[in-house]
């Protein structure tokens, strides 16, 4: 069985990520999306809404699995057996940072591959915090999350 990982904050799940994770697990026996507490940023849902949202929208994807992790992603990558990692990239601007990472990664882990996945072209403006502000400036965000991260943030924004 070839298990990768796909980490990111999903803060919201966004349906760019719900593409990447339908690519990968046409490669792959089962991807692990895992939701990273990053202490770098400042996440407007907990890690366990955002767990929430994620399990409720890939709720019917088979050998898709959702779970979280505090560390590098290369130690929980190793806990959990994955053979590699899972990298959106949407544009050029996101190729330095992720090449960055995936040769720290690499030197970490010479086990761990970082595979990159380009979402559908659709997909490839849309990111986290512009659905954020969209939704805050009441914004019609549902053509770009799950129906579960439209209520959520409807939530959080009330009026």
């Known amino acids: 069985m ?24 046409d490669l792959f026996d089962e991807v692990v999306v895992t939701v990273a507490k990053n202490p770098s940023k400042t996440s407007l849902f907990t890690v366990e809404e955002r767990v929430e949202m994620l399990n409720v929208s ?10 979280s992790f505090d560390g590098l992603v290369v130690d929980h990558a190793r806990e959990i057996g994955a053979v590699g990692i899972i990298r959106g990239l949407r544009a050029v601007s996101d190729f330095e940072y992720e090449f960055q990472m995936a040769l720290m990664n690499r030197k970490l882990n010479d086990d ?5 996945l380009m979402p559908h072209e659709k997909y490839t403006y849309l990111n986290s915090t512009i659905i954020r502000n969209l939704a805050q400036f009441k914004g019609d965000i549902s053509d770009f999350v799950p129906p579960i991260v439209v209520a959520k943030l409807k939530q959080k924004f009330p009026g």
């Open 2 to 25: 070839r298990k990768v990982i796909y980490p990111g904050t999903f803060d919201p799940v966004t349906n760019g990520h719900i593409d990447i994770v339908m690519r990968a697990i």
């Open 58 to 67: 890939l709720k019917n994807m088979e050998g898709v699995f959702v779970d």
């Open 112 to 116: 761990l591959r970082t595979i990159f």
